[in-house]
Structure formats: structure tokens, C-alpha cells
């Protein structure tokens, strides 16, 4: 069972635009979600994160939106840039659970800016 | 500082053989996770150590698959006999031990091609 869902498999933004990659949840415990941001033959790389407590986390051009009620949360991206194209992976975590820092990843979304 | 390492980076067996992977974590980290990502999908969690001691494996085939940290430093994931749906790329990480949620630093990952 998917517990983070990734419904867009792909997005493509003109350079200097907005990136937007949305990300849903089903399971209520989690309380700690993260972006991960993975380029060809290498391995994830954190990107940012945010806490149940909060609704926004903002890093740079990266920020990140938390809507619990709706189990859903986005990454936004501005303004995008060509080396951002990547694929992005969300995730989540349930500190509270035995294996406390277990990561529940989505399936990626694969951005793509064109100069 | 070095980052988590692992070899071979690239596989390919027959189905039936065994095969095993390597992975060095980023010095002083106590937790190790090796993940699975097959194409297509988010990375998932196999086995997670803590020091030499396995904290989760729900999630390991184990009448296939096993894995070891010896002396809680490197690690080993191995498969035997391999199986046609065991083609994946497999992901090692490493976190500190500090409480609450720690960042998950990734290794570049073992592509497995079984035929």
C-alpha cells in the first residue's frame, strides 16, 4: 500500500518560472516530511523538510507547503533553473514508530526546465 | 568529509546466482539503511541497523535476502538466489543517532540487472 503518493510523473517548466510538485499522504501519524532531490546514477540528496507543527518551510529558492487536514503537501521552486532538472522525491517519516527515522518514499516526479 | 560508499555500482547475474553489495557509511553515523528502488518506484526500505544491531526489517525477503554490519561500520546486503524481480537499483544510507528525526545521507547505489 502507497502511503506517499506522487501523481504527476512528469512536469516540465520554462526557465525562471515556477515549479510546483505536489505530494499526498494517507497515513495520519506522519510527522516529518522531506524532499529529496536525485540526479542520474547518483543517490537521493536532501533537499528540504518540514515538521507537523509547521505549514511552511522556506530554504532559498525552495519552499515547502504542509496541509495536514488535507494530507497534502507541495514543493515550490522559484525561480527554476535548468540544473534543478531532476527527479524529486517525497517522503515521510513517523518518528514514533519502531525503525523511528523508516523513510516512506513516493514514487518521483521528474522535472524538467527548459532554457 | 566522505560521503556513504558502495560497490559495485553496476551488476548483472542470471537469475538463480547470488550476489552481494558493499556499503561504507559516513564515518561516526551509528544508523545504516539499505533501500530497494525498483524502476519506476520511490526507494524502500529493506533493513535498518543501528551500530552492529538491526532496529527494522519488515521488509527484507528474508528467505532470500540477508545482511550484515559487522563491527558497525560497513555493511553487506546480500541475495541468494536471485529472481528476476530482485532487478533494482539498492540503496545504502547513513544518519547520526541523536533522537528525533535524523538526515538520511545516500550512497550513489548498485544497479542489479538479473536476466
Known amino acids: 500500500d502507497q502511503q506517499v503518493k506522487q501523481n504527476s510523473p512528469s512536469l516540465s517548466v520554462q526557465e525562471g518560472r515556477i515549479s510546483i510538485l505536489n505530494c499526498d499522504y494517507t497515513?495520519?501519524?506522519?510527522?516529518?516530511f522531506l524532499w529529496y532531490k536525485k540526479y542520474p546514477a547518483e543517490g537521493p540528496t536532501f533537499l528540504i523538510s518540514i515538521s507537523s507543527i509547521k505549514d511552511k518551510n522556506e530554504d532559498g529558492r525552495f519552499t515547502v507547503f504542509l496541509n495536514k487536514s488535507a494530507k497534502h503537501l507541495s514543493l515550490h521552486i522559484v525561480p527554476s533553473q535548468p540544473g534543478d532538472s531532476a527527479v524529486y522525491f517525497c517522503a515521510a517519516s513517523n518518528p514514533l514508530e519502531a525503525g523511528a527515522n523508516n523513510l516512506f518514499f513516493g514514487t518521483g516526479t521528474r522535472l524538467t526546465v527548459i532554457p | 568529509e566522505a560521503g556513504v560508499a558502495q560497490s559495485p555500482r553496476y551488476k548483472i547475474i542470471e537469475k538463480r546466482q547470488s550476489v552481494a553489495f558493499w556499503c561504507n557509511p559516513i564515518s561516526g553515523h551509528a544508523t545504516l539503511y539499505w533501500y530497494q528502488q525498483i524502476l519506476g518506484q520511490g526507494p524502500k526500505l529493506l533493513i535498518q541497523f543501528q551500530n552492529n544491531g538491526v532496529v527494522d526489517d519488515s521488509q527484507l525477503p528474508k528467505d532470500r535476502f540477508s545482511a550484515e554490519r559487522l563491527k558497525g561500520v560497513d555493511s553487506t546486503l546480500k541475495i541468494q538466489p536471485a529472481k528476476l524481480e530482485d532487478s533494482a537499483v539498492y540503496l545504502c544510507a547513513s544518519s547520526l543517532d541523536r533522537g528525533g528525526y535524523n538526515e538520511q545521507f545516500f550512497g550513489p547505489g548498485t544497479r542489479l540487472t538479473v536476466l
Open positions: 497515513n495520519s501519524m506522519f510527522d516529518y
